[in-house]
């Protein structure tokens, strides 16, 4: 679905990289047990996917066991961690500060891993210069600036669908490459720039496939 | 990454029906513009996906037009909406009814597409007997009849990530076969169940790969 043209691995399908923060997931809960090491058969059972689907995915990456020994589970985290970057912090912005951008502003989940919402924009004057969970409403003008300023490299986009193209063409054209977006509306990126939906609707409407 | 055993055309990847909603939402769109027919370039220009990606998705589905005269669109989208059950009404219960299964129930995206929330289950005693967005929030004990009683083919998961897996059980156990988790947890569900995750914190981590 997406273009792939800056990566380590220049072979892997996005499909594999979309796979790994689940096996990430998978891999440190199973870190909480006493377990040490896992076979790929084991992680399948756990991933609802067959064990050489997932020695596929991770040949993309190395060794990471021996032969009929399985996966030390801790090094083989570290690693995909690490494939995936996910050692550093990543500074976000949101453009969007209604009802969602407020909810996605206040939730709990993006900071213990990493991801920080550093700067928040709205083309509302009368939401400009209020501060929302401890960030300053600022005006899309101050997008470009603000991005370079603070080191941001992922877009969160939770204005309205209508307003959604625009906002992304301007968070193109102000150098960020990831966008994560909340607006229910199909896209347009230039190659060379992700983007992610969460988009609870599509969901829906991939599952009723197999409930006729 | 999950398993599709029950649906008319067998040898459909998942994959392809994942990207299914997309069409369906370009093609909806495109039907506002006066445009009639639309070329497997011109559709794979707008999802950023090939042309020959497009053309064999929908091959999958049977001939929807001439070599060289592109997809009559109207036609298209009506086939695929048929194809994915668009066209019926789903009704969904869901079990969690604390911040964010509020924010869900009153979330206004679903009800227009035909997925109707028409149950609420919590097992907290202060919520049980409430009713948030209309709908009156039952016990946990009542699930298998009422999704008998109100014919709910769909189960939206919103409770903490640690209870996540039991209230999914209870779900596949009362004969849900489709589950929407909005818990952030690895989840296991046995073959013939569909789940989708809407889970941000995934979306992101899949993204940081592409900007090491």
Known sequence: MLTSNQNNHPKVPEVVVLRLPLYV?????????????????????????????I???????GKFGKQGRGYPISFLVNQLRSVLGLEKEWNCCIIGVGKLGKAVISYTGFNPEGFNIRAAFDDDISLIGQTVGGLY???ITELEKTIRDKDISIGIVTVPAPNAQKVIDR????????????????LHIPPGVHIRHVDPLLSLQSMTYYLK
């Open 171 to 186: 968070m193109v054209a102000s150098g960020l490459k990831s966008i994560l977006n909340y607006a229910p509306v199909g």
């Open 137 to 139: 409403v600022q005006p």
């Open 55 to 61: 020695r596929k995915d991770l040949s993309y990456f």
């Open 25 to 53: 997931r998978e891999l440190t809960d199973m870190l909480q047990s006493d377990k040490n090491v896992v076979s790929s058969q084991q992680l399948g059972e756990r991933l609802q996917m067959t064990p050489a689907q």
